[in-house]
């Protein structure tokens, strides 16, 4: 019996709740619409805020409600947890407001959103780009922001995972290793040294460096025992200076093993 009465309680208020919102959503005065929309948004309802203040906005823009509205919008779609769109209506409020009220809050979720957004990184990382722009905007105008730690911290995050996708691509050329769909000087392990050396100068504090120099030295060790006697002295003295690049950064490294093992064998042909 108490069960019953509970379930019917609960379908009184359900039912009572879409009710009052349908009676909203079709009430011409838009300051009570509005008052509505801030009521549900702080109940957390951020659909219903969402949907009143998508139809709100255009026609507040002029008014003394305009700038709460579209932040209060913005708002509602991260709530919603639609990051993108969140990111598109703070991007909107900041250039429409540059020295408004919500103007660095909106900057900072407008990056935030996208860094929630990021993908993983064997996929595209457009918004990744786009969302290290926006939190170096955000440092560079607010770098006394109570926020400035935070976004610094998910720069390098955001940073971190570019890495992760050039040494993704890294073991990739190395594990190809002599396999080529067409032939080009050096092969696989050429692309696995550039990619490297690139990946090592746009990300100099990345926690993957010694890896991004362990693979320069492994492939540059394969193109010297590989290649032809008239290039191989170069080619071993190339894999000298790579040992003594990684050694001089990790002497205690992960690969410090391996390395001085192949650079013996090099060091005995020279």
Known sequence: MKSKCFCFSLLFVLFTSCGEYNKVLKNPDMTVRYEYAKKYFNEGKFNRSATLLQDLVPMMRASSYGEESLYLLAQSYYGMKDYVTASEYFKTYYTSFQRGEYAELA?????????????????DQTDTYKAMQQFQDFLELYPQSDKKEDAQKYLFELQEKLALKELMAVRLYYNLGDYVLYSFPGGNY????????????SYPFSKYREEFMYYAFKSKYEMAVQS????????????????????????????????????EKIAKKL
């Not at 900072?108 to 990184?121: E, H, I, V």
């Not at 200076?241 to 093992?261: F, H």
Request: with cysteine; proline share 5%; glycine share 4%.
């Open 107 to 123: 900057r900072y979720y407008s990056a935030y959103g996208l860094y929630l957004d990021s993908p993983d990184p064997r996929l």
């Open 190 to 201: 050429l692309s696995c040294v550039i990619t490297a050396q690139n990946a090592m100068r």
């Open 228 to 263: 032809v006697e008239e290039k191989k002295e170069f080619r071993y003295r190339d894999v000298v200076d790579e040992y003594y690049s990684y050694t001089n950064d990790y002497p205690e490294g992960k690969y410090i093993k391996e390395i001085k093992s192949l650079y």
